[in-house]
């Protein structure tokens, strides 16, 4: 599917719900890439290769991600007003909306803020597209719930939570997912499940808000979700953006309000904000 301007996108966004037969209630899932990374299409940082195409064995980034999470969440605790403690969720997504490499894929609810991250770093002269993925959450949920995989995490949990009754709840498998302290990596009933997680993300800073956060949170398959978008009848489609459209598509959504300033509220995304503005009239 491809768009050439703004109306183009959400006619598609609109045929794509209608095709799939989707309640207007119901979300909907968007994520952009640029066309250029093809070959790391739907990974999580902490995955995509090396320039070279090489990527590290799975184990070893496990152990990289969780020597970044351990000192994220001591050193994060002095530049912010949340309370971050070890083992805990809040440090992991904070550390991805920081640009520390994580298992966590972004996505939004919101259309046109995915189409914004689409294009925000395009400029002239515009010699490269983008894509903005879409999903239908709700469908991914319902595969990945009857999926073995899952149902083993969820096993392995219930009889690990058995001899850990005063430190974990058997309700929270999902705590598995997070990354996996060096004295525990060797226990098999705390492994990192295989397949993906998806994650209605906290409100944790205005930052996560304003950009209408969601997550996948990968397990040690870096492929998963790229796979599954070229399976038969996969609800995950992809709206091409041809680098031709991207200048009309970045006027309609300043006339949109959908600005740097109002996806990153902050100093440094009024800053760069004007600084588009700069870059548009010199």
Not at 156 to 162: I, L, S
């Amino acid at each position: 599917m491809t768009a050439q301007s703004l109306d183009d996108y959400l006619s598609t966004v609109h045929h794509i719900r209608d095709e799939w037969d989707i309640p207007d209630h119901k979300e909907l899932w968007f994520r952009a890439e640029d066309e250029t990374h093809l070959e790391t299409r739907l990974q999580p940082g902490l995955y995509r290769p090396k320039a070279d195409g090489k990527r590290k064995a799975i184990h070893e980034l496990l152990e990289l991600e969780n020597d970044l999470y351990e000192e994220f969440a001591r050193c994060a605790t002095q530049l912010t007003d949340l309370k971050l403690d070890d083992d805990d969720w809040d440090p992991y997504f904070l550390m991805q909306h920081h640009g520390v490499p994580t298992r966590l894929l972004d996505w939004s609810d919101g259309a046109l803020i995915a189409l914004h991250f689409a294009v925000r770093s395009k400029s002239a002269p515009f010699k490269n597209g983008c894509v903005v993925h879409v999903l239908d959450p709700n469908w991914l949920v319902d595969l990945l719930e009857r999926d073995s995989d899952q149902k083993d995490a969820e096993r392995r949990w219930r009889k690990y939570n058995r001899s850990h009754p005063h430190d974990t709840r058997e309700d929270d498998w999902d705590l598995l997912y997070l990354p996996i302290d060096k004295d525990d990596v060797k226990d098999p009933l705390l492994a990192i499940p295989k397949l993906p997680l998806l994650w209605d993300s906290p409100h944790v800073s205005r930052r996560v808000a304003a950009q209408r956060s969601r997550f996948i949170i990968f397990g040690t398959d870096p492929v998963w979700l790229s796979n599954l978008a070229n399976k038969r009848g996969s609800r995950l489609y992809s709206i091409q953006i041809s680098a031709g459209a991207v200048p009309g598509i970045k006027q309609d959504l300043r006339d949109a309000g959908i600005t740097e300033s109002v996806v990153f509220p902050d100093l440094d995304g009024l800053g760069r904000e004007l600084r588009q503005v700069w870059e548009a009239r010199r």
